[in-house]
């Protein structure tokens, strides 16, 4: 799906200059970018998300000694 973006400057020079050191191309590198950008905001928004439900009570927790009990780690 094309995609096009904004990038200042400097970026964009970084850009070019990996992509002429290395002899890929810069959308390469760009996907290389998003792809691991997005594992990271995944992680941390969803992450958030799931402590605010926490903390309204609206998500199920467990003490170490409940988990340690369901998972059968004391026999």
Avoid: C, H, W
């Amino acid at each position: 799906m094309p995609t096009s973006i904004r990038l200042d400057e400097e970026t964009e020079q970084r850009f070019n200059f990996l992509a002429a050191q290395t002899g890929r191309p810069k959308a390469f590198y760009l996907r290389e970018v998003v792809q691991k950008g997005l594992d990271d905001l995944e992680d941390y928004y969803l992450a958030a998300d799931v402590v605010e439900r926490i903390r309204k009570g609206e998500e199920k927790t467990l003490s170490t000694s409940e988990m340690r009990e369901l998972l059968d780690l004391d026999n």
